[in-house]
């Protein structure tokens, strides 16, 4: 690699020298662009553009034979390529990838692309030492200066003294049909000059002279103050990672944008950024670039966004970041604010430099039929990547029952004010103003949480968990299906008297996804008719199920049992009451593990936490099926019911 590495330095020197005697055809003629000076060498540099529109939206990996085309369309025609249609207002990724395989290029294509990057450039310190600079300049230079230095102190580790940053001014065009910008919005370039090691030696911030700027205010506009900490961020990345090479522009330049427009306090820079960050929630995070300056906007108060900058960009993986995240709030928040509803209050409306208020993200409808199956809402957008999932829905019938897993993340809002996390929000509301209490039972044996609004609010953060489950039921129907009373105590069915183990865990299935379940055979429990009963969960086999969504991605759930005690129990027609034995001597374990992310979590549970309402169990009251050969349990939270459970034969 250091053998390329100088290889490529002698040939991008070689080559810059011979750029102002040849023009594209190859005959002679003249430029403005002139020899790289000989404090830095030209090494693969890894460049940063900023725009005045926000820039298009370009691809982590260009490719090289893509790149030619967008470097002959916005920069100079290059021998044997024909343009790409449109030039990116972005330029940055087709110089880096041009330059990382600068081998790979012919003579005369290396010659341009060398044109492209190589100019004078002068010390900040010296541009602000002079008495008559270009005020552009001057101007490029204190900010960059200043930029420098903010960052440095927000990360808690200032650029090396060994890092010469230089500023330089090109205008849009050269007068020979050739470009210094891939467009004439660009405002600045960053492109590191080294060899390859650390500090590298120069980051040169190129600015472009022709860019409109705003003429009230001039070099005091927002958006040239942005653009250029923008690049000055850069120089402090390719310290980190030398030319940010291999890093995933959602990093590179997510990071940047929200660096640039926090020190400009906000700009119309990210306007277009923050426009496709809050109208694609379910864009995944490493298919972002520009936009992913939503994504740092969300980590001040959970965590410091520059060091988190640095870190990712050396471990860039969707990994990195849950297990970086997964303790804090920011996927909660993640799912909230694309409400972007600021008169709900901060948590509902998008948080950052430049965010607009007036800009509504969209919110999928949720189609629910009274009494018929749950809908299982959020799917692979936020289980196999880092997005966000907002829905809406007006409830029909009486009762809106909600089961969520431990792993979901986001929260739930009706229309009355009243919300929850949806790690905490299984269980049933009541939509009927008239209350939901079942006949024949009092309201504390029928919970269900009243509100006064059938309109909710779902937003769905990035989670490890299945996703919510959503049900609309009739009064009569819930009523039916969650109310569970314990029977008599002296009540016994003879059918269940004896000693059963379980053969296999039973899991109701998910819609739209394909579901495998094996395992949880060996749990033991001995129902005698004296009313005593033992449970052993301790021999139990981790239950294991696998969800394979429409994608191909699958989650994987495993749920490993442990614990053992004695009690009392009853049962009469279909409603066994296992009672007398202390749930803190039992746990639950889950752990959710994707195809594409690896492990997402690993928790363990007390027996009795209503998270677990989707999980089966042999605690508490549950309906059953008996035979002489069979029995089945199924696990029911008062409010919510249930439907997992385990399949058990004599023992």
């Not at 490719?63 to 343009?83: E, H, N, S, T, W």
């Amino acid at each position: 690699m250091l053998e390329r590495t100088r290889v490529v330095t002698a040939t991008l020197l070689i080559l810059a020298g011979a750029a102002g005697c040849t023009n594209d055809d190859g005959t002679a003629g003249t430029t403005t662009v002139t020899a790289a000076p000989a404090t830095g060498a030209t090494s693969q540099p890894t460049v940063g553009t900023t725009t005045t529109a926000g820039g298009s939206t370009p691809t982590t990996s260009l490719g090289i034979d893509k790149a030619l085309r967008l470097f002959a369309a916005g920069y100079a025609r290059v021998p044997g390529v024909r343009p790409a249609r449109h030039a990116a207002v972005d330029g940055g990724p087709v110089l880096r990838t041009l330059l990382a395989d600068i081998d790979r290029l012919g003579d005369r294509q290396r010659t341009m692309v060398a044109r492209a990057v190589a100019a004078p450039n002068q010390p900040i310190d010296e541009v602000l030492s002079e008495r008559r600079v270009n005020p552009r300049l001057r101007a490029a230079a204190k900010t960059a200066r200043a930029a420098v230095d903010t960052f440095g102190g927000e990360r808690g580790r200032s650029l090396s003294d060994d890092v010469k940053v230089t500023v330089l001014t090109l205008p849009y065009e050269n007068g020979d049909g050739t470009h210094n910008f891939s467009s004439p919005r660009s405002i600045a370039t960053a492109i590191p000059f080294g060899d390859g090691g650390r500090p590298y030696v120069e980051c040169r911030i190129r600015v472009n002279s022709d860019a409109p700027l705003d003429r009230r205010a001039e070099f005091a506009d927002p958006a040239f103050v942005s653009s250029i900490a923008h690049e000055a961020f850069h120089c402090l990345q390719f310290e980190v990672l030398p030319f940010a090479a291999g890093a995933p522009q959602w990093v590179v330049e997510g990071a940047a944008a929200f660096a640039g427009e926090a020190f400009a306090g906000g700009s119309g820079m990210s306007a277009r950024w923050w426009k496709r960050w809050i109208g694609h929630p379910r864009r995944p995070l490493d298919g972002r670039t520009y936009d992913a300056i939503g994504f740092f906007s969300l980590l001040p108060g959970a965590t410091n966004p520059y060091e988190f900058a640095d870190a990712l960009l050396t471990d860039p993986s969707t990994d990195s970041v849950r297990r970086r995240l997964e303790g804090s709030d920011v996927f909660d928040r993640w799912g909230l604010e694309y409400a972007t509803q600021p008169r709900w209050g901060p948590r509902y409306r998008m948080t950052g430099p430049g965010a607009p208020l007036e800009r509504h993200a969209p919110r999928r409808p949720i189609r629910l039929r009274v009494d018929r199956p749950a809908v299982t809402i959020g799917g692979s957008a936020v289980t196999d990547g880092l997005a966000a999932a907002p829905f809406r829905a007006r409830i029909p019938g009486d009762v809106l029952v909600v089961t969520a897993d431990p792993g979901d993340r986001g929260g739930i809002r009706f229309g009355d004010g009243q919300k929850t996390a949806l790690s905490d929000a299984t269980r049933a509301y009541c939509v009927r103003p008239a209350g939901c209490v079942c006949p024949g039972r009092s309201r504390d044996t029928t919970p269900a949480t009243q509100v006064e609004s059938n309109r909710v609010f779902i937003g769905v953060g990035p989670s490890s968990g299945g996703g919510p489950s959503l049900a609309a039921r009739s009064l009569g129907q819930w009523c039916q299906e969650v109310l569970v009373p314990a029977p008599p105590s002296n009540a016994l069915d003879q059918c269940l008297v004896g000693a059963w183990t379980s053969r296999v865990y039973v899991a109701p299935g998910v819609s739209g996804a394909r579901q495998k379940v094996r395992g949880g055979a060996g749990a033991s429990i001995e129902f005698r008719a004296d009313r005593t009963v033992t449970v052993d969960m301790n021999q139990t086999s981790p239950a294991v199920i696998t969800l394979t969504g429409p994608s191909g991605a699958t989650v994987t759930t495993t749920i490993q049992y442990a614990g053992a005690g004695k009690g009392t129990w009853s049962a009469a027609r279909g409603i066994v009451n296992v009672a007398g034995i202390d749930p803190s001597s039992f746990r639950v374990r889950l752990r959710v593990e994707s195809s594409r992310q690896g492990l997402l979590a690993d928790a363990e549970l007390p027996a009795t936490d209503v998270r677990l309402a989707g999980v089966a169990g042999l605690l508490g009251t549950g309906r059953y099926q008996c035979t002489a050969v069979s029995l089945t349990i199924t696990h029911v939270v008062p409010g919510v019911g249930g439907g997992a459970g385990f399949e058990l034969v004599p023992a």
